[in-house]
């Protein structure tokens, strides 16, 4: 974390392949040049960009559920005497905190958790995530069904 990050202009293709990997992330570079109407080799071309520019990540999404890790939150953190992005930096080293976001309001940071059941989470909350320095208060917010989850952000228009 640390570094701000500036967001880069998609153009349209650009954009298209990100929608057309969204829906497919196995999907050939033939097909996809098919699709947007280049070479292959200028479509391999964008990707590798696309990914290497960390404009985007193929990756695989599994249900939490599915993997053995039935109980899913997200915590509200106060920080009080620190500065909140090295919080943040601690809590993205905890392998069960999937999630990490700075934020105005009622809380400085918003981290999900996930983990195998309440046992778990009451481990990976009170001996990993409060232990923080600079960690002032936490609140719960425990999931019960998740309703939507969605990775579409690509298909948004400039």
């Known amino acids: 974390m640390g570094d701000e990050t500036r967001a880069r202009a998609l153009d349209n293709t650009d954009r298209s392949l990100i929608d057309l990997l969204q829906k497919d992330g196995r999907a050939s570079f033939t097909a996809l040049a098919k699709a947007v109407g280049l070479s292959e080799g200028a479509v391999r071309q964008r990707v590798q960009r696309l990914l290497r520019d960390d404009l985007m990540q193929i990756v695989a999404v ?7 890790l039935t109980r899913q939150a997200m915590v ?4 009080d005497g620190v500065d909140p ?14 999630y990490v976001v ?3 309001g009622r809380y400085d940071l918003l981290a999900e958790l996930v983990c195998r059941d309440d046992d778990h989470m009451l481990e990976v909350l009170g001996e990993e995530v409060r232990k923080i320095p600079g960690v002032s208060g936490t609140e719960l917010f425990v999931y019960l069904k998740l309703a939507k989850q969605n990775y579409s952000w690509g298909r948004l228009t400039a």
């Open 62 to 68: 599994t249900d939490p559920a599915n993997v053995d």
């Open 76 to 79: 509200g953190i106060n920080v």
């Open 85 to 98: 992005r090295d919080v943040a930096d601690k809590l993205s080293e905890l392998p069960n905190v999937h």
């Open 102 to 104: 700075l934020c105005a």
